[in-house]
């Protein structure tokens, strides 16, 4: 299931924003969900599904579930188990990251992907062979 990035939440996120002041990167993460070549977890899913449906993006439940059906449905999803639970306990204690970034981690490791698209994490670092790219870094 190797794939080249796994998109953190806060790209699905932005891809839906109509504020004003996050054009630039709603841009940005519009063109990364337009490209093949990437996957996301499960608790991606999740975290996006419960912050698209309140304030201040307010996405009404079905189009939330339409949108997750979509991206589950043509993109690789790293299923969130023990197995997962245990490897980002090791990479918390291993990187001091929170769990629910260090699960994130873990979720990219599992699709196989080289790097993790996300702005919640430091751009450049590693974690164990995947790589943060902050698309957003610049906008």
């Known amino acids: ?57 307010t996405l009404r439940h079905e189009d939330a579930v339409a949108m997750i059906a979509e991206i589950a449905d043509s993109r690789p999803v790293a299923v969130v188990d023990a197995a997962l639970v245990r490897q980002a306990l090791h990479l918390k204690g291993r990187y001091g990251l929170a769990y629910w970034d260090a699960a994130i981690v873990a979720g990219a490791h599992r699709l196989g992907a080289a790097v993790l698209v996300s702005e919640d994490l430091s751009d450049g670092q590693d974690y164990a062979g995947v790589r943060v790219l902050n698309p957003f870094a610049r906008a």
């Open 1 to 57: 299931m190797d794939i080249a990035h796994c998109l953190d939440t806060n790209v699905l996120l932005y891809a839906i924003s109509r504020n004003p002041r996050e054009a630039a990167k709603a841009r940005i993460a519009r063109e990364w969900i337009a490209r093949e070549d990437w996957g996301v977890s499960a608790q991606a899913l999740q975290e996006f599904y419960v912050n698209a449906v309140r304030a201040p993006q």
